[in-house]
């Protein structure tokens, strides 16, 4: 498994709405292995500034240290014992608390999710019932042209149906079902849903390694790595300012399983928070290892 790494969630959200200019995007090129052994350690290193954050006086009392960075952003570096918690657990908290700062774009999300599980259902069970009906109808190296806007490709190891602004395509290890501006797309363990209409896209892998919502001018990423050892991202972020000012905040954390975690909280009032988000990764990286 690789991890993606902080700033550059690797994908252009809602490719299929890309002519609507209020589609949430957040992109990336790179990942890391996530294979590699983290250091246990017991006291941060906070050095005085880092990339774009500058700390702001000495380890506070908790012996977290507090950084500031462009127009206002903050991060926190903080070093979590799991005390008999899970990571999931102990990070769960800090999601909790860095979502409040966005509630506009969590309900926003929330409800698109909502509503996104139910008509996942109801893609299923038509998917099903197509994959029957084709079943019945299968032929090998076919190529048929039905009655007017309807056809059918069977060939090894494919099979295309389609019917007017509805199609199904079977490869394998790949399913794509599309019905309008709605598609629904699984490539091994990955499975995408995407409403064009409604600029909407989820993004889930079979193991939760990487699961991403975003609806029109709301998205929400998590991600975590493989092996034994704790490599986790969250980020939430807004089209609009929340009322604090907050347009994205998250997180980046690591460490060897047991505990202790090595967590950068951020946020920040920027539309352009990449160079904040990869301040914060360094501060993780020097602090546990990559």
Request: with cysteine; glycine share 8%; charged share 25%.
């Amino acid at each position: 498994m690789q991890h993606m790494t902080w700033p550059v969630i690797a994908l252009t959200l809602m490719a299929a709405a890309c002519d609507n200019p209020s589609t949430v995007r957040i992109t990336t090129s790179s990942t890391s292995d996530s294979s590699g052994v983290l250091k246990v350690v017991d006291a941060l290193q906070c050095p005085q500034t880092q990339g774009v954050l500058t700390r702001k006086g000495s380890a506070r009392a908790d012996g977290s240290c507090l950084y500031g960075g462009p127009r206002g952003s903050e991060v926190i570096l903080q070093l979590v014992q799991l005390n008999g918690r899970s990571s999931a657990e102990a990070l769960k908290l800090f999601e909790n608390r860095l979502t409040s700062d966005l509630p506009e774009a969590m309900a926003q999300v929330e409800a698109e999710n909502a509503r996104v599980e139910a008509e996942a259902a109801k893609a299923d069970a038509d998917a099903a019932r197509a994959d029957a009906d084709a079943s019945r109808a299968a032929a090998e190296a076919e190529v048929e042209a039905a009655a007017g806007d309807s056809a059918q490709v069977r060939m090894p190891g494919l099979r295309v149906d389609a019917q007017g602004d509805k199609a199904t395509v079977r490869l394998p290890g790949m399913r794509i079902d599309a019905d309008g501006d709605r598609a629904n797309i699984r490539i091994g363990g990955l499975t995408i849903r995407a409403d064009d209409k409604s600029s909407r896209v989820n993004v889930s892998s079979a193991n939760d390694a990487v699961k991403i919502d975003a609806a029109d001018g709301a998205a929400r990423v998590r991600t975590s790595g493989s092996g034994e050892a704790v490599r986790a991202t969250f980020l939430m972020t807004g089209k609009e300012a929340s009322a604090s000012g907050w347009r994205t905040v998250g997180y980046e954390a690591r460490g060897p399983v047991g505990g202790p975690v090595v967590v950068a909280t951020v946020r920040s009032k920027d539309r352009d928070p990449d160079r904040l988000f990869d301040a914060a990764k360094a501060l993780v990286t020097l602090n546990v290892g990559d």
